[in-house]
């Protein structure tokens, strides 16, 4: 069975730190694009970032370049998402999810690409 289980989330101050992670169990992770989402109240799941299988490519959405790093370590088959000087509005559950059909470089503009989603975690920012 395919899964995905995001963990990370949390309460943090502005211009605080998080790191996400997104371990898979049932599939190798490196094989696979991996993207991350998220979901704030009220507002259409988004794109934030995403890793290529292929070619390593590495995307990010304009309201979170500079501040957010994707990145893999194929030993522990984890995607991590590290998030830097945080801002209320990032304010969201996030969700990580793979792209098992595609060898194209990634994309977060398409959210039907992905078809394994993890279950989500909160992240609050707030003082």
């Known amino acids: 069975q395919l899964q995905l289980v995001e963990s990370g989330g949390g309460l943090v101050q502005p211009g605080g730190s998080l790191r996400l992670s997104c371990a898979a169990s049932g599939f190798t992770l490196d094989l696979y694009n991996i993207g991350w989402f998220r979901q704030a109240p009220g507002k259409e799941r988004e794109g934030v970032s995403c890793?290529?299988?292929?070619?390593?490519?590495?995307i990010y959405a304009d309201s979170v370049k500079g501040r957010f790093t994707i990145s893999r370590d194929n030993g522990k088959n984890t995607v991590y998402l590290q998030m830097n000087s945080l801002k209320p509005e990032d304010t969201a559950v996030y969700y990580c999810?793979?792209?098992?059909?595609?060898?194209?470089?990634?994309?977060?503009?398409?959210?039907?690409?992905?078809?394994?989603w993890g279950q989500g975690t909160q992240v609050t920012v707030s003082s």
């Open positions: 999810a793979a792209d098992v059909r595609t060898r194209r470089t990634c994309t977060i503009a398409t959210m039907s690409l992905y078809g394994y």
């Open positions: 890793i290529s299988q292929r070619d390593r490519t590495t």
